[in-house]
């Protein structure tokens, strides 16, 4: 991790609270994000402590990348103990800035008692909770982000995204309080290599399997594709993998899907590079970081036109945006790219060149001028 150390004088104290660490085993990008750039500033001399959530049987602290992590309770016990343990253990630590990652929904912090806060919001769920949870408590999540706008309106904002930034205008966040940093790619592991390229067409899904992700509409896209040599393979866990597995059998096509589960970062390395394209037709997403892994890797990707991904995919240059749920556009993306293998690799190139712009260490350098921006602690003042 690189950038310029802090001085002893101009190091802040930072405080950042989110639901889940990395090492949570329902981690995903929102816990990425937080670790490769907070852990960043802590490896510039910034005092970082997070306070999240844990799991059964975890250890109740930890140190992850220079940040001193505390758990509290679970995932289901989090946002009702949280608060109590920040008077317990927090109030008195004289932070300087608290971060509250809100990337599941708000523990509202502003009613803490809490040091200058920066809201971070890589998405808001709105009506896509109801894709996934059940009508009760989707209605629980859509009714804690409304007053959002109210409770956070003398807060700082950090948006990974300009559709997200736009989401929160349109509830009523002033513009002018949001700054747009994107989030960073690691172009050092994600790299091309043609030849891994498979022979024949292979698609990747790599994510979640949950309901919201779409995943059923990427199946329903390479069944209709009507490209009998291809494969598609499905990388992650989640509690719609049953479903999806009958999915592929009914639609038959289930000889040539594979699902791989959880795979580790050298399995997730291979993928990309073998696949011919990524795949991804999620309704709404904060960016789309694996849109970028996929184009660090030399890949081009297919997704639907959704808020937060059509940023990270440039169509026609670094792969195709269809409109989000229309399956015959997104099967004739894959036809496409299943006849022209030099077509891949031009849109390969271009990938690989539009994922070289955006790094870590930018996200945290901007991310650390926006705190001290917010705490009136400009560097050298």
Not at 92 to 100: K, M, Q
Not at 283 to 299: D, V
Not at 310 to 325: A, I, K, N, W
Request: with cysteine.
């Amino acid at each position: 991790m690189t950038g310029t150390a802090a001085r002893p004088g101009d190091r802040l104290r930072i405080a950042v609270v989110n639901w889940q660490c990395r090492e949570n085993p329902l981690a995903g990008g929102a816990e990425i994000h937080l670790h490769e750039i907070f852990g960043r500033l802590a490896s510039r001399g910034h005092q970082v402590t997070l306070l999240c959530g844990g799991w059964p049987g975890c250890p109740p602290r930890a140190t992850l990348d220079g940040i001193d992590v505390h758990r509290v309770g679970t995932r289901a016990t989090f946002p009702l103990l949280v608060r109590k343990h920040w008077h317990a253990h927090f109030a008195d630590r004289h932070f300087d800035v608290l971060v509250e990652d809100i990337n599941k929904v708000p523990v509202f912090t502003p009613w803490w008692q809490a040091p200058p806060i920066v809201a971070l919001v890589p998405h808001l769920f709105g009506g896509t909770a109801f894709q996934e949870l059940a009508a009760p408590l989707a209605t629980a999540v859509w009714l804690a982000e409304r007053p959002l706008p109210v409770v956070y309106r003398h807060c700082a904002f950090e948006a990974i995204s300009e559709s997200t930034r736009d989401d929160l205008v349109s509830r009523g966040v002033r513009r002018d309080r949001i700054r747009v940093i994107f989030p960073g790619i690691d172009t050092g592991l994600y790299t091309p290599d043609l030849s891994q390229r498979a022979d024949r067409p292979v698609f990747a899904y790599l994510g979640r399997l949950k309901k919201y992700k779409g995943v059923d509409l990427v199946l329903r896209s390479f069944a209709q594709c009507g490209v009998p040599e291809a494969t598609l393979e499905i990388a992650g866990a989640g509690e719609f993998r049953a479903e999806l597995e009958e999915l592929a059998r009914t639609l038959g096509v289930d000889s040539r899907v594979r699902f791989l589960g959880r795979i580790d970062e050298t399995q997730k390395c291979a993928l990309l590079r073998r696949a011919w394209a990524f795949v991804f037709a999620s309704p709404k997403e904060g960016w789309g970081i694996t849109n970028l892994e996929a184009a660090a890797s030399g890949t081009p990707v297919i997704a639907s036109n959704s808020p937060g991904i059509r940023e990270s995919v440039r169509h026609g240059e670094t792969g195709f945006l269809v409109p989000h749920g229309d399956v015959a556009a997104m099967a004739e993306s894959m036809r496409y790219l299943s006849g022209e293998r030099a077509l891949v690799e031009r849109l390969g190139i271009a990938a690989r060149r539009f994922a070289e712009a955006f790094t870590w260490d930018n996200a945290a350098t901007e991310t650390e001028a926006h705190l001290r921006q917010v705490v009136g602690k400009e560097e050298g003042r």
